[in-house]
């Protein structure tokens, strides 16, 4: 067992760590190549469903190589299978939901056109239009007791459930702002504004202070005090509860941002990246400048006289830093045994260390933090714990989302320390990876390879990304460099690339997993073709797929009668109070059935074949 060193509250309830023994990689890093959106996709055949082609001898595992596998092509033109588990009304309902999010007028105005049908029509008679449109095609139902028919109607023709409550608080812009800036500045900041050593990307700005802005897919929750946290932890843990009660291998959804003030957020990400970026300037001092993050690998003995010469720490200080289970006996230190000098602090706000390269002193991010402040960020962490506990109790596997980047820093590393805990047996705990973000590739390698030195379960989830417009905007404005990739495809080029390196990772030794979050068909075939190369079985359950409900069904569903673990996003919550995400709903529809005609087509396609065959009442069999 690796020895640990503690998280430094002695008191907490919860113990998440954030440093651990250091080892050496078993596996040298390798350089994988960009794969083309696509072009190396794996080339379908027309079948049913799903055809099984005899392949080659493929190897199931590295020592088996006689061992015959089949390759899985899935045909996603087949409606018959793709809508089975639908009826002719919810096929129309979908026809229509999609039409109307065509309309540009409809789409803009549509917070204010439910608002208006509201008070013609009265709340009862609002709340059952909503169901027989939008409400009906993206949410499962008011409660967990109410989505639990659809769950198991979905779970009979192979599609699980990641369950997310979608309600939000239907704030003004003007309320929006002042909550994030009340809590996303510390005491000592309104103090003394200006005097403490802050990054403009780190630091709360009223004119993005609302964080809906731009954003299509993604819930935001903004901090009230902490007895609002405590509320929101206890709807994630009804939420787990649910996800145990009506699904097996079912996920849950959280957001960090729920769960205490940003304010901690903030800080604790520009610690990490200040930290990150003074290795990258020891390296290249020692000429290794334009590397992957893990192919940086410093020199230990000249580290140390870089160290001492910029002043950073005494020299006893850096001998005792780069001794022992911290480092080996290697003579070298990575990125990863980098990160662990930041954590050897005796209170929460001590973390909060940055190295100055002009005065060669470590110092505070801020000049003081209040006793509130620290029992704010050890309550965040405790929540934390406690979510993750019960999700293992409850058998259900925590989906963390990413969210913005000033936060996602600090996010990612408490998910991080989260997996170091709770997935030593199996995957339970899963990071999720923006792959719009030029990082996103670094990001995956490091963690990929922390999981791999220290022996426990990797999971992530990739997606390509919630935030772009409101990012572009906020660095242009502010003046920072823009951290999404350039264009659509280098987005595309990054999640395969991604993608292939879990894959990888997965072959090579199958502790790692990954859910293909995509809309996306080009994606979901080239999954399918690296699976069936690689000879990965979808019956290992290593890799999964994902989309929201009421979106993509014609992917969905062929997977999941294939065999392969999919699952759909279900938010559930009252009529009323998901209207916020409705909204969001109505706008991403807009773009994603403006770009393509194929779904629509299909559920024509699927309408006309039954009325043909005289199934005008069809209903599913399950």
Not at 29 to 36: D, F, L, N, P
Not at 119 to 130: A, I, N, S, W
Not at 205 to 233: L, N, P
């Amino acid at each position: 067992r690796q020895s640990r060193r503690s998280l430094p509250y002695k008191h907490c309830a919860c113990r998440i760590c954030l440093s651990q023994g250091r080892f050496r990689s078993t596996v040298a890093s390798k350089q994988r190549k960009e794969v083309e959106g696509g072009k190396e996709e794996q080339q379908l055949v027309e079948c049913t469903v799903v055809k099984a082609v005899q392949a080659d001898l493929i190897s199931q595992t590295k020592n088996n190589t006689d061992a015959q596998t089949r390759k899985i092509a899935i045909d996603f033109d087949n409606t018959h299978e793709a809508y089975k588990s639908k009826d002719n009304i919810e096929l129309l309902r979908s026809l229509l939901v999609f039409k109307l999010c065509t309309f540009d007028l409809l789409v803009d105005k549509n917070k204010e056109l439910m608002d208006l049908s509201k008070k013609v029509f009265g709340k009862r008679l609002f709340e059952r239009l909503m169901k027989m449109t939008f409400y009906g095609q993206f949410v499962a139902g008011e409660d967990h007791n109410s989505i639990k028919p659809l769950i198991h109607k979905n779970q009979a023709f192979g599609v699980g459930s990641v369950l997310d409550y979608s309600v939000e608080e239907d704030l003004t812009q003007e309320e929006a702002e002042k909550k994030e800036m009340d809590s996303c500045v510390s005491e000592a900041e309104k103090e003394s504004p200006g005097v403490d050593h802050r990054e403009k990307k780190y630091k709360a700005h009223r004119q993005f202070g609302d964080r809906r802005g731009g954003v299509v897919s993604a819930r935001t929750y903004f901090y009230a005090d902490e007895a609002k946290c405590d509320a929101q932890m206890e709807t994630f843990l009804n939420c787990i509860k649910a996800s145990g009660g009506a699904s097996v291998d079912g996920f849950s959804a959280v957001k960090m941002t729920a769960l205490g003030r940003p304010q901690f957020l903030l800080q604790f990400s520009e610690v990490l990246v200040k930290w990150r970026r003074f290795f990258n300037l020891l390296a290249a001092q020692q000429g290794k400048s334009g590397m992957d993050a893990l192919e940086q690998k410093l020199e230990l003995e000249q580290l140390k006289e870089s160290l001492t010469k910029l002043g950073v720490g005494n020299k006893d200080d850096i001998e005792n830093w780069f001794t022992g289970e911290k480092l080996g006996s290697s003579g070298t230190i990575d990125l990863l045994d980098w990160n662990s000098l930041i954590n050897d602090r005796t209170k929460i706000s001590n973390l909060l260390v940055i190295p100055n390269v002009e005065n060669g002193q470590l110092e505070p991010l801020l000049r003081k933090f209040t006793v509130e402040e620290e029992k704010q960020m050890k309550r965040m962490l405790q929540r934390v714990d406690v979510l993750a506990k019960h999700a293992v109790d409850n058998g259900v596997r925590l989906m963390v989302d990413a969210e913005q980047t000033y936060f996602q820093p600090a996010i990612s590393r408490l998910t991080l320390e989260m997996q170091r805990i709770f997935n030593r047996e199996k995957p339970i705990i899963f990071n999720t990876y923006q792959c719009y973000l030029k990082e996103a590739y670094d990001n995956v390698s490091v963690d990929v390879e922390l999981s791999r030195r220290e022996g426990w379960y990797f999971g992530a989830k990739l997606v390509r990304g919630a935030y772009m417009y409101q990012e572009r905007s906020r660095a242009e404005e502010i003046g920072y460099e823009d951290p999404i990739n350039p264009d659509y495809e280098a987005t595309n080029r990054m999640y395969h690339k991604c993608l292939e390196f879990v894959l990888e990772e997965i072959d090579h030794n199958r502790k790692a997993n990954v859910m293909v979050a995509s809309h996306n068909e080009d994606t979901v075939k080239f999954t399918l073709g690296k699976m069936n190369e690689m000879g990965l079985s979808p019956t290992e359950k290593k890799v999964y797929f994902g989309q929201l409900l009421g979106m993509c069904d014609q992917i969905s569903f062929p997977l999941g009668q294939a065999g392969f673990p999919v699952y759909k996003y279900v938010p559930y919550g009252p009529v009323n109070e998901v209207i916020p995400y409705l909204s969001r709903r109505a706008l991403e529809n807009r773009g994603f059935m403006k770009g393509s005609q194929r779904e629509r087509s299909l559920l024509w396609k699927e309408l006309k074949r039954r009325l043909l065959n005289g199934q005008i009442l069809y209903k599913p069999v399950y």
